[in-house]
């Protein structure tokens, strides 16, 4: 029927409520925590999962929500530079990569954006202003938790 997802969103409402229902033998909710890349095309809304008002069936009041952040995100924040926002299905090889090697395909696949058609969903946006409503949901929610994903990959022995 050539069905189209209609983001992480929907998907994590699914995860919330499973997790809602199963329990740990009666002494506590199931746990559970979705983490989203920073440059997903979804984030902007992901941000906003804990958020009190809204539409509630995009809202996952029971899951822990962190962003997974690189450093090149955090370069552009302080250089008030533009950030990319993608499809994983545009750029698949993203989510394994970190430091240098995220940093130069993260730079190749925004370069592709000017040539029409390499790249169909992207999102520019200003770093900074993704970064606010980070901290903004951050304060008034309690989430998404900030994870830093190039410092984490560097000092662990399992890459993620």
């Not at 997903?40 to 962003?67: P, Q, S, V, Y």
């Not at 499809?87 to 190749?108: C, I, N």
């Not at 925004?110 to 606010?132: C, H, M, N, S, V």
């Amino acid at each position: 029927t050539n069905g189209k997802s209609q983001g992480v969103v929907p998907f994590l409402k699914v995860v919330n409520d499973t997790a809602v229902a199963v329990n740990q033998g009666g002494k506590r909710k199931g746990a559970v925590c979705a983490y989203l890349e920073t440059w997903h095309m979804d984030i902007e809304e992901f941000i906003e999962l804990r958020k009190n008002t809204g539409d509630d069936r995009r809202r996952t009041h029971d899951m822990n929500t962190a962003n997974w952040i690189p450093d090149l995100f955090m370069k552009r924040v302080f250089d008030d530079g533009p950030w990319t926002l993608f499809s994983p299905s545009e750029v698949p090889d993203l989510h394994d990569l970190t430091g240098k090697a995220f940093q130069e395909r993260y730079e190749y696949y925004e370069a592709l954006t000017e040539y029409p058609g390499k790249i169909k969903l992207f999102k520019t946006i200003q770093a900074k202003d993704l970064w606010r409503k980070m901290l903004s949901m951050l304060f008034e929610t309690g989430h998404p938790w900030l994870t830093f994903k190039d410092p984490c990959n560097l000092r662990s022995p399992q890459q993620h």
